[in-house]
């Protein structure tokens, strides 16, 4: 078992934490995180775009002029796409860009996540984040204390005071454990995780 020192807010070590090393030790693959990554990213996307083809186009089905004899070039349609106000060739249509992968491989990924993070130093577990009111100051002081300034903070549950307190704050995210994702452990550099919740993150990864 591996294990990592616990801090409070005032960066002053006050015990130890033993962590499953099957979730914050294993071998990091890059091509996996990658993929899962992706993954959530293509979510993301609304798929709703969308324009008009020449079939949804209203107009007259008539033939503008006739074929031969004008000295123009034929014409058949005015929703032609080569006419103003005509539908558009080959333009978006609603999709969806959903690109599944397994809970196992997404499991994986986030277990290889907090592995990186813990050996290259920069997984903070906290004896907790209770802050003395909503200020955003009060948060703002912890964080620079733990010359921290890209971060994500992981709690055991809701904390309403840490999550409006650290809301305002760029480059700052608060993440209730059973949210813990691939994406968001990678995007920030540093991850603090309350010490109640490493039970059940290690649960919830754990090899079962």
Same mark, same amino acid.
């Given at each position: 078992?591996? !294990?990592? /020192?616990?801090?409070? &807010? =005032?960066?002053?070590?006050?015990?130890?934490?033993?962590?499953?090393e099957?979730?914050?030790?294993?071998?990091v693959k890059?091509?996996?995180?990658?993929?899962?990554?992706?993954?959530q @990213?293509?979510?993301?996307?609304s798929?709703t775009a969308?324009?008009?083809?020449?079939s949804d186009?209203?107009?007259?089905?008539a033939k503008?002029?006739?074929?031969?004899?004008?000295?123009?070039?034929?014409?058949?349609?005015?929703a032609?796409?080569?006419?103003?106000?005509?539908?558009v060739?080959?333009?978006p249509n609603?999709?969806r860009y959903?690109?599944?992968?397994?809970?196992?491989?997404?499991?994986?990924? @986030?277990? #290889?996540a907090?592995?990186?993070k813990?050996?290259? =130093?920069?997984l903070v577990?906290?004896?907790?984040?209770?802050?003395?009111g909503?200020? !955003?100051?009060a948060?703002? /002081? +912890? #964080?620079?204390t733990?010359?921290?300034?890209?971060a &994500?903070?992981? !709690? #055991?549950?809701k904390? %309403?005071? &840490? %999550?409006?307190?650290a809301?305002? +704050?760029?480059?700052?995210?608060?993440?209730r454990?059973?949210?813990?994702n691939?994406? /968001?452990v990678?995007?920030?550099e540093? @991850?603090? +995780?309350v010490?109640s919740?490493?039970?059940?993150i290690?649960?919830? &990864?754990?090899?079962?």
């Amino acid at each position: 078992m591996a !294990t990592i /020192d616990v801090y409070n &807010l =005032d960066r002053e070590k006050t015990s130890q934490v033993e962590l499953d090393e099957d979730v914050f030790n294993v071998d990091v693959k890059p091509h996996v995180l990658h993929q899962v990554v992706v993954s959530q @990213l293509l979510k993301r996307r609304s798929g709703t775009a969308s324009v008009k083809g020449r079939s949804d186009v209203k107009g007259s089905g008539a033939k503008l002029w006739r074929q031969k004899g004008t000295g123009r070039a034929r014409v058949g349609s005015v929703a032609s796409p080569t006419r103003r106000g005509g539908g558009v060739a080959f333009g978006p249509n609603p999709r969806r860009y959903e690109r599944k992968v397994s809970k196992k491989v997404r499991k994986a990924a @986030l277990r #290889m996540a907090l592995s990186d993070k813990f050996r290259s =130093d920069r997984l903070v577990v906290l004896e907790g984040f209770d802050l003395p009111g909503i200020k !955003t100051k009060a948060f703002v /002081d +912890v #964080m620079n204390t733990f010359e921290a300034d890209k971060a &994500l903070i992981v !709690t #055991m549950g809701k904390n %309403e005071t &840490l %999550e409006k307190s650290a809301r305002n +704050v760029p480059r700052i995210k608060v993440l209730r454990c059973e949210g813990l994702n691939v994406y /968001d452990v990678i995007n920030h550099e540093h @991850l603090f +995780v309350v010490e109640s919740a490493i039970g059940t993150i290690q649960e919830a &990864l754990g090899n079962r």
